[in-house]
């Protein structure tokens, strides 16, 4: 246990802390926040940390999707991240992804993934791949689908969606719908729409 860290047992998890610890990286959360912190937290805080991210890629210019990798023994957080895609001009750096490539390479099926909007078939492709066995999605309103297909390969699926989450992502779509759709389906569906 880390004793000097500035999160301990006796700390709330409040909005602030959570943005905190969203936007710090995640080598340094031990600095933040020590075991007892990280085992107080609830899925419905890893989720809000997965919204934090995803705003952090709105304010960023970006798509609002972010996600969380917590290890299940201890409830520390291994990776996360949110999506770049327009940020790094890549095609498929969503939420999910980035969380993965932070976290490296671990054995996945020791860990839940929090992702603030339902995986894109890429995505859920990548977690049953990658043996995740626990996936929680925040947000089901917006866009849904793969919930199934990660199922029927196995992964527990919960949906424990985020009210500020899905009127983000709702917000989102109204005012940049081409680049929500790029985001879903690439640059060729939406010139198309022209």
Same mark, same amino acid.
């Given at each position: 246990?880390?004793?000097? @860290?500035?999160?301990?047992?006796? +700390?709330?998890? &409040?909005?602030? *802390?959570?943005?905190? *610890?969203?936007?710090?990286?995640?080598? $340094?959360?031990?600095?933040?926040?020590?075991?007892?912190?990280?085992?107080?937290?609830?899925?419905?805080?890893?989720?809000?940390?997965?919204?934090?991210?995803?705003?952090?890629?709105?304010?960023?210019?970006?798509?609002? #999707?972010? +996600?969380? #990798?917590?290890?299940?023994?201890?409830?520390? #957080?291994?990776?996360?991240?949110?999506?770049?895609?327009?940020?790094?001009?890549?095609?498929?750096?969503?939420?999910?992804?980035?969380? *993965?490539?932070?976290?490296? /390479?671990?054995?996945?099926?020791?860990? &839940?993934?929090?992702?603030?909007?339902?995986?894109?078939?890429?995505?859920? &492709?990548?977690?049953?791949?990658?043996?995740?066995? /626990?996936?929680?999605?925040?947000?089901?309103?917006?866009?849904?689908? &793969?919930?199934?297909?990660?199922?029927?390969?196995?992964?527990?699926?919960?949906?424990?969606?985020?009210?500020?989450?899905? @009127?983000?992502?709702? /917000?989102? /779509?109204?005012?940049?719908?081409?680049?929500?759709?790029?985001?879903?389906?690439?640059?060729?569906?939406? $010139?198309?729409?022209?």
């Amino acid at each position: 246990m880390n004793t000097t @860290a500035l999160l301990n047992k006796d +700390a709330a998890s &409040t909005d602030a *802390i959570l943005r905190a *610890i969203a936007h710090m990286p995640t080598a $340094s959360l031990e600095v933040l926040m020590d075991n007892e912190f990280a085992r107080s937290l609830t899925d419905a805080d890893f989720m809000r940390i997965a919204v934090f991210l995803a705003e952090k890629s709105l304010l960023e210019g970006g798509c609002p #999707i972010g +996600a969380v #990798i917590v290890n299940n023994a201890t409830q520390l #957080i291994v990776g996360k991240g949110h999506n770049t895609l327009v940020q790094d001009n890549h095609p498929y750096n969503h939420g999910e992804t980035a969380a *993965i490539k932070d976290a490296g /390479r671990l054995d996945f099926s020791q860990t &839940t993934l929090y992702t603030s909007l339902s995986p894109c078939v890429v995505c859920a &492709t990548l977690l049953y791949m990658r043996g995740f066995n /626990r996936v929680v999605v925040g947000d089901t309103t917006n866009a849904s689908g &793969t919930e199934t297909l990660l199922q029927e390969k196995g992964v527990q699926v919960e949906v424990l969606e985020d009210a500020d989450g899905v @009127a983000q992502y709702a /917000r989102f /779509r109204q005012q940049k719908p081409e680049q929500d759709l790029e985001d879903w389906q690439g640059l060729s569906a939406v $010139s198309h729409l022209a």
